[in-house]
């Protein structure tokens, strides 16, 4: 009988240490690969960033430079307080970005719809925003509608983004999930008021996790969306710090340059991006 124990001993110490090495190999494998995906992920990334430079600095066609001149002038604007500059600008970035989505073609009437709704959406909450004070409005109803013009821009392009065959994967949702709960959570401490800010908050969250979602299967040059969606959170969070830093100061300007330095970058990956999603994934045919 001892004999016999001793024999199912070693077989399962055997069976232990041989499934032992098979995960040991396995993760030897697995660990390979994916940074291998990841490298070649980032390779494609690389590649379609660069693309989107060469189609903005492309004097062929007008709406690239639009984009930069665009940009260029709220940058200024902003920068030394030149109003009237800014309303002549900032309005056409985002169908500056537009026009470089659409030009390409081959979207099916319901894509290019999703995608003007979000420019359209997008302008107009630059418009209600600027007209109101721009990123220094201490005006709670203003930004309220500001972002509710908003967030009817990212359920317009969340829902392109689907079509296309974007679906959120478990660890940018978790992340972009803590994110939204943290500032939603501050907004509302600060004042119940915040709630309709907190629940902007968390839809722009979603938006980014699903764009963050992005991979190689959506098509190379929708790639650039894995950069799109951090951007925009970037820039909105630079507008909640922004309303707190003393108006005419060098910090309030440094920081209204740099939310539209990144709206802007975040508005022309977020549509271009998704633009190419949709092609490659052939939604509409």
């Given amino acids: 009988m001892w004999d016999s124990v001793k024999s199912k001993v070693k077989n399962v110490t055997k069976t232990t240490k041989a499934a032992a090495a ?22 494609t990334l690389e590649q379609a960033l660069r693309g989107r430079v060469e189609a903005l600095i492309d004097t062929s066609r007008p709406e690239g430079p639009a984009f930069l001149a665009a940009t260029g002038g709220t940058e200024i604007a902003k920068a030394l307080g030149l109003g009237p500059l800014e309303k002549l600008c900032k309005p056409l970035i985002v169908p500056a970005a537009l026009t470089i989505a659409l030009r390409d ?3 099916s009437a319901a894509d290019t719809a999703l995608l003007s709704a979000t420019g359209a959406a ?3 909450g630059d ?5 109101g004070g721009g990123h220094a409005s201490r005006s709670k109803g203003r930004l309220i509608a500001g972002a509710a013009a908003f967030g009817v821009g990212h359920l317009a392009l969340g829902s392109l983004m689907l079509r296309s065959g974007l679906r959120f994967k478990p660890l940018q949702s ?4 803590v994110v939204a709960g943290g500032v939603g959570m501050m907004l509302v401490s600060e004042d119940s008021g915040n709630a309709p800010l907190a629940g902007y908050a968390g839809l722009l969250a979603a938006l980014s996790a699903l764009a963050t979602s992005v991979d190689r299967s959506n098509g190379p040059a929708a790639t650039v969306l894995a950069v799109a969606g951090p951007s925009f959170l970037l820039s909105d969070a630079l507008i909640l710090a922004r309303r707190k830093a003393e108006g005419g100061s060098i910090t309030a300007r440094a920081l209204d340059v740099a939310v539209i330095d ?6 022309l990956l977020m549509i271009t991006g998704t633009a190419a999603a949709a092609r490659f994934a052939g939604s509409g045919s």
């Fill in 262 to 267: 990144t709206y802007a970058l975040a508005a």
């Fill in 127 to 131: 418009v209600i925003l600027m007209l």
């Fill in 105 to 107: 073609g081959r979207l």
């Fill in 22 to 43: 098979s995960t040991k190999a396995a993760a030897a494998v697995a660990t390979p690969a994916a940074a291998a995906a990841a490298t070649s992920f980032g390779a």
């Fill in 174 to 177: 978790a992340v972009h999930g």
């Fill in 122 to 124: 997008y302008t107009t």
